[in-house]
T-cell receptor, first 112, second 117 residues
Framework: LAKTTQPISMDSYEGQEVNITCSHN???????ITWYQQFPSQGPRFIIQ???TKVTNEVASLFIPADRKSSTLSLPRVSLSDTAVYYC?????????????FGQGTELSVKP | GAVVSQHPSWVICKSGTSVKIECRSL??????MFWYRQFPKQSLMLMAT?????????EQGVEKDKFLINHASLTLSTLTVTSAHPEDSSFYIC?????????????FGPGTRLTVL
């Protein structure tokens, strides 16, 4: 299973765009890249998922370069409520039974 | 999105007792369920993978006789912490997997806070 590397923490201010980059050098051909958000004492919440290029939904964008060895989660105009831990995971390959291994995550702190 | 529930949301027990935690997929049938534990300020650690009707597959270092997993139906998996001790105090989170085309979508429950006195 591909290992991921993310910054341990990031600080931002309300209204700014936040980009969190994740490295996954040994991502497999069939692996998808998924980002989760977790607030204290809650289960992780799905943010976005992609395989290649760019994916956008109502809360975030995910940029994946052609070699897929990294990905960047972009949160537009963050607010205080976006303070959370963000996890980048690779996997969910059907043939692997969907097993996910969480890395250390990035603790995002949004300040007023 | 699909909903996964856990019961109880928190539990306090005495050392030496057993505690059962339920994980349910409310509006879909889960091909596979997963159990994680999370200590304060740490990431989620996968404990085991559970498939309906078969024995769970435990990750290295997880005691299968300590953490009993039963997956009796496509919507319910249970984790029993047997003879709990204070070091078992943790946040236990389950997830349920639903096949979607060529990959699995995974949905997480809200977690169960276990405190062993």
């Amino acid at each position: 299973l591909a290992k991921t590397t993310q910054p341990i923490s990031m600080d931002s201010y309300e209204g700014q765009e936040v980009n969190i980059t994740c490295s996954h050098n040994n991502i497999a051909t069939n692996d998808y890249i998924t980002w989760y958000q977790q607030f204290p004492s809650q289960g992780p919440r799905f943010i976005i998922q992609g395989y290649k290029t760019k994916v956008t939904n109502e809360v975030a964008s995910l940029f994946i370069p052609a070699d897929r060895k990294s990905s960047t989660l972009s949160l537009p105009r963050v607010s205080l409520s976006d303070t959370a831990v963000y996890y980048c995971l690779v996997g969910l390959n059907y043939n692997q039974g969907g097993k996910l291994i969480f890395g250390q995550g990035t603790e995002l702190s949004v300040k007023p | 999105g699909a909903v996964v529930s856990q019961h109880p949301s928190w539990v306090i027990c005495k050392s030496g007792t057993s505690v059962k935690i339920e994980c349910r997929s409310l509006d879909f049938q889960a091909t596979t369920m997963f159990w994680y534990r999370q200590f304060p300020k740490q990431s989620l650690m996968l404990m085991a993978t559970s498939n309906e009707g078969s024995k769970a597959t435990y990750e290295q270092g997880v005691e299968k006789d300590k953490f009993l997993i039963n997956h009796a139906s496509l919507t319910l998996s249970t984790l029993t912490v047997t003879s709990a001790h204070p070091e078992d105090s943790s946040f236990y989170i389950c997830s349920a997997s639903r096949a979607s085309g060529t990959y699995n979508e995974q949905f997480f429950g809200p977690g169960t806070r276990l405190t062993v006195l």
